[in-house]
């Protein structure tokens, strides 16, 4: 088959940082790498808070980027206020971040399905141009923000195109799922089942939730599969050969804190051990590498700072410098019943580490297989306080006995590399490519009169 031509479209993407830009840049990324024409539709601004240069253009080898400004608030500022989109200094920028916080705040207002919606018609007749010029065959919508999806539907209706649509987190059943009211309610409810019930194939990355939908909606494979993250290969780059032998033992959390996302059961259960055992009082440190929620800061004690380090959002770099050095790692899923439906991306890259894992889960979760099978991951639950500390005690006492490795299932874990995962991806999106040229052929031959009368 020739090399499809792709149209991505993703609200968010480099050099915007954060977890909501890996996916469609990795994917972007690899599927170029595998010899497809891939094109980007993404928003045409820079009002975000997190920004990594690391995984900027240059980085998208390949790929053919197009930058929109919509009726969103960060593109109501780009269009009031125009400069290099590079810029985040000077008074240009100023100026565009005030026009920015006044759009932000009428949106929250009156958005139902959040500010983005606001970019979905620009990117409509963006995509729609993209699609002629350059004669694509599929269209990828990713969310969040899910109002993406709209794009994708419109696509579809407009040009006959097959239409993916990618979930990286649930919609309706979003552990952060928070509608002002029923009404609004409704529409988030409307828009999903659109998605999923219009979408040629709906992917997800989180078995438990592809169960949950599949239930929900009665649907089955090929309309639905899951297609988890991945960790970047170069992360085990990193150069640790000299990683310092510490006094301290060092667990690392890399990624933020929001929402259902809190430190609050970690620092409770660090608390409970320092004042019960001295040698951990005097021997453990705590780093959050990471940005930490507002609303969350008051999960922290005037004292911890004896023992937790704060060190903000890092690049990828120093990130994946961050996981090799510690001496172990702290994963949880969100607190709230329905974060048994994400696997935050983080996980992999801590995978991808010999670095041993203490995971924070609900019980029976598909998470909690996914790491016994990889090895080397402590596991303790939701609801059940002890079983966190008794788990954050075993990895403490292994450290002060021996050196802690993680014994890593390496075969299983290299299943997870991105470039397996985006091509295994591009295998699908090359399937669904054909089906819908066999279709098309189908038809042809079967109602020639009706076409050429259309």
């Known amino acids: 088959m020739a090399a499809p031509r792709i149209l991505l479209v993703s609200y968010n993407y480099p050099p915007w940082g954060g977890s909501g830009v890996q996916r469609p840049a990795a994917l972007a990324r690899c599927w170029a790498r595998a010899g497809a024409n891939v094109h980007v539709l993404t928003a045409n601004h820079q009002h975000y808070p997190l920004i990594d240069q690391s995984l900027d253009d240059g980085a998208q080898s390949g790929v053919t980027i197009h930058r929109v400004s919509g009726f969103d608030p960060g593109g109501i500022a780009t269009r009031l206020i125009p400069f290099k989109s590079t810029q985040r200094d000077g008074t ?6 005030r026009v920015y916080w006044r759009a932000q705040r009428y949106a929250d207002r009156y958005a139902d399905l959040g500010g983005e919606s606001w970019w979905v018609s620009a990117a409509i007749r963006s995509a729609s141009r993209i699609i002629k010029r350059f004669n694509i065959d599929l269209v990828v919508t990713t969310s969040p923000p899910h109002a993406v999806q709209l794009v994708g539907e419109a696509l579809q209706e407009k040009t006959g195109l097959p239409w993916i649509a990618d979930l990286r987190d649930p919609v309706v059943d979003n552990f952060a799922f928070a509608p002002a009211n029923d009404r609004i309610r409704d529409k988030w409810v409307q828009l999903e089942i659109k998605t999923v019930t219009k979408a040629d194939h709906v992917v997800v990355t989180c078995d438990d939730y592809a169960t949950h939908l599949a239930k929900k909606y009665r649907l089955a494979q090929p309309k639905l599969t899951c297609i988890t993250n991945g960790y970047d290969e170069t992360a085990r780059d990193v150069d640790v050969a000299n990683r310092p032998d510490r006094e301290a033992f060092t667990m ?17 259960a660090c608390r409970s051990l320092r004042q019960a055992n001295e040698s951990f009082r005097r021997r453990f440190r705590l780093r959050l590498v990471g940005s930490i929620a507002k ?11 004896t023992f937790v380090d704060q060190t903000g959002y890092v690049d990828r770099a120093d990130a994946a410098t961050a996981m090799q050095t510690a001496d172990a790692l702290f994963f949880m899923t969100p607190a709230h019943p329905n974060g048994r439906y994400c696997y935050p991306g983080k996980i992999f890259e801590y995978l991808a580490t010999d670095r041993p894992i203490l995971a924070l889960v609900h019980r029976g979760a598909s998470i909690e297989t996914l790491l016994r099978h990889a090895g080397g991951a402590t596991i303790a639950y939701h609801g059940e306080p002890d079983s966190l500390e008794d ?15 993680a014994n890593r299932n390496e075969a299983f874990v290299n299943r997870f590399a991105q470039t397996s995962l985006a091509n295994r991806y591009l295998s699908f999106i090359d399937e669904t490519i054909g089906a819908c040229k066999l279709d098309t052929a189908n038809v042809d031959a079967a109602s020639p009169i009706t076409l050429v009368g259309g």
């Open 252 to 268: 690392a959390h890399v990624g933020a804190f929001y929402h259902a996302q809190s430190p609050k059961a970690l620092l409770q």
């Open 295 to 305: 609303h969350l800061e008051n999960a922290f004690f005037p004292d911890d700072d």
């Open 391 to 405: 788990a954050l005690r075993k990895i403490f006492n292994r450290w002060q006995t021996s050196s802690v490795g």
């Open 92 to 97: 240009g920028f100023g100026m565009q971040q």
